[in-house]
């Protein structure tokens, strides 16, 4: 079956201006998560959905940052007022759950740069 | 503060011998240890995974080791290949808790 995917993969953008990021999971997997990955580092979390509420947002670094996921599937990360720093690549995840030894399953990614 | 932390930054090993990727952790609440192998332009995929109640945990060419007194896991790699060439991400997990904490990788490099 399908993966996680998201759009765009590639994603240039000015300081200053508004970017969305989508998610795709995969059919059936409630739980969705967001993660940040710099160069040369390992994912960092951003923020966790069960269903449609966001259950920890404590990983988005700022008011600039926010996400959604009405209707309990595809999810859109939004970014305001974007800076240099937000540049990164941003990945989605989802699994069955959110048990402890359900395994996530990453996306490709969106490489998010801003110039 | 970084609760999981993983050596070496790069690796370069020839084909046949074994790649040893260490990591670290701080945190004794956590449960459970996946390796992640990551590709240029791809999202991580989960390698294999250790719970604590084990020492070993083998699954073809990849063993984890775990000594939780030490509180120490390590990814061995045997008689790799360069097929295996990517990143290599630990990452731990406890209880309930739902997010990953990755170790920073490990790049892997395996010459023909």
């Known amino acids: 079956g399908a993966g996680v995917s998201q759009t765009p993969s590639n994603k240039v953008t000015e300081k200053g201006k508004y970017v969305e990021l989508r998610c795709d999971p995969i059919s059936g997997h409630t739980a969705l998560y967001w993660y940040r990955q710099s160069l040369g580092q390992g994912p960092e979390f951003l923020i966790y959905f069960q269903g449609t509420g966001a259950a920890d947002d404590s990983g988005l670094p700022n008011d600039r940052f926010f996400a959604v996921r009405p209707e309990g599937s595809v999810s859109t990360l939004k970014i305001q007022r974007t800076e240099r720093g937000d540049s990164a690549m941003y990945l989605c995840?989802?699994?069955?759950?959110?048990?402890?030894?359900?395994?996530?399953?990453f996306g490709p990614g969106t490489r998010l740069t801003v110039l | 503060q970084q609760q999981v932390k993983q050596s070496p930054q790069s690796l370069i090993v020839q084909k046949g011998g074994i790649s040893i990727i260490n990591c670290a952790y701080e945190?004794?609440?956590?449960?459970?240890f996946p390796w992640y192998q990551q590709f240029p332009g791809k999202g991580p995929a989960l390698l294999i995974a250790?719970?604590?109640?084990?020492s070993e945990k083998k699954e073809g060419r990849f063993t984890i080791s775990f000594n939780k007194s030490a509180k120490q896991f390590s990814l061995h790699i045997m008689d790799s290949q360069p097929g295996d060439s990517a990143t290599y991400f630990c990452?731990?997990?406890?209880?309930?808790?739902?997010?990953?904490?990755f170790g920073k990788g490990t790049l892997l490099t395996v010459n023909p």
């Open positions: 945190n004794t609440a956590f449960d459970y």
């Open positions: 250790i719970r604590p109640d084990v």
């Open positions: 990452a731990a997990k406890w209880g309930s808790n739902y997010k990953l904490t």
């Open positions: 995840a989802s699994s069955l759950g959110d048990l402890s030894y359900n395994e996530q399953f």
